[in-house]
């Protein structure tokens, strides 16, 4: 009779410390995006006076729905 080894694919060793470290990472980055796309309106923006991020980001506040205009 012959012994066969059955592998295990293991999904990652998760820890409680490194899933709260990525969800705080992905937690930011999603309040950076929500920033660009919907709240940088020129007048209360961190880049100064300039309108780049804000026409950069147009099209993108009408299809989600954010007033700009």
Do not use: I
Request: charged share 10%.
């Amino acid at each position: 009779m012959t012994t066969s080894s059955v592998t295990k694919a293991h999904a990652g060793d998760l820890s409680a410390a490194k899933a709260a470290a990525w969800l705080a990472l992905t937690g930011f980055l999603a309040l950076v995006v929500l920033y660009f796309v919907g709240v940088d309106q020129g007048a209360t923006s961190v880049f100064g006076d300039n309108m780049y991020v804000h026409e950069f980001m147009h099209d993108a506040r009408h299809l989600l729905g954010f007033p700009c205009h």
